[in-house]
């Protein structure tokens, strides 16, 4: 689905850019965006030359959340029926590895996409939070399930039920955020991390991503169990060789 307000960029190196783009509105997530969002991983989830998605915004700010005005005569029926807090969940189901970079506000509706992301990047002035008590309502794409996964329970509610916003270096310490970055180095820290990234195997990142994910529902021995399959597996890439032998005798291996 087209819309103004997302773009895609694919980059020779193996990465591609997933750019919000509404910084009049900063950023604040509507129907049309997070529709065309999805359309766009659905598409990136099966393309090969793409091995890591870099999902960043425009202008001062990474989503302000969702757009009230959009919510404001909705009903509950409307809701339900168009299944308007799912709209981002392609975002969370995503195989490949995404990497967030955020400045400015990332809240409500944007600090849950940055809760369905492997990495991020956080600029110093990034600020994150859930407000959507503060106005009748609470987090409907994820929030109250993903942030006491990666903050603990008595960090979460405190944002949750407070809607108190975090600054980037709070976020740093309580696990949210990855690493916090110069604000005017965001861009290039990231595509630095993501080309370095994009070139390693796509497949073993994937078989990555998916056990560490899977830690937070399965059981240790599970875990454990699913972890070694995929550890053997990787045994029988093609790649594999090549790359430890380039490791052993100090040179860059291809990209596999």
Do not use: W
């Not at 910084?23 to 090969?48: G, H, I, K, W």
């Not at 944007?110 to 809760?115: K, M, Y």
């Not at 794409?141 to 916003?165: E, N, Y």
């Amino acid at each position: 689905m087209a819309s103004d307000f997302i773009r895609c960029e694919t980059h020779p190196e193996g990465y591609a850019e997933l750019v919000i783009d509404r910084p009049a509105a900063r950023n604040a997530l509507c129907r049309s965006l997070t529709d065309a969002m999805a359309a766009q991983l659905e598409r990136l989830a099966t393309d090969a030359a793409v091995r890591v998605v870099m999902l960043r915004a425009e202008g001062e700010h990474f989503a302000a959340g969702a757009d009230l005005k959009e919510m404001l005569d909705m009903s509950a029926e409307q809701a339900r029926a168009n299944d308007f807090a799912g709209c981002c969940a392609p975002l969370g189901a995503f195989p490949k590895p995404v990497v967030a970079l955020v400045q400015g506000f990332a809240l409500g509706g944007g600090c849950e996409l940055v809760e369905m992301c492997d990495i991020v990047l956080a600029a110093e002035n990034a600020v994150f939070g859930h407000p959507e008590v503060r106005v009748g309502t609470m987090p409907g794409a994820g929030g109250t399930q993903r942030l006491p996964r990666l903050l603990g329970m008595a960090k979460a509610l405190d944002l949750l039920l407070s809607g108190r916003r975090m600054d980037a270096r709070e976020a740093e310490r309580s696990g949210l955020v990855s690493r916090v970055v110069a604000t005017e180095r965001l861009l290039e820290e990231g595509r630095h991390l993501v080309t370095d990234m994009a070139s390693l195997s796509g497949e073993v990142l994937v078989l990555i991503k998916q056990a560490a994910r899977s830690s937070a529902s399965l059981p240790m021995d599970e875990g454990l169990r699913q972890e070694r399959a995929a550890f053997h597996h990787t045994l029988s890439l093609p790649g594999r060789q090549e790359g430890i032998r380039a490791f052993l005798e100090k040179r860059r291996r291809p990209i596999p």
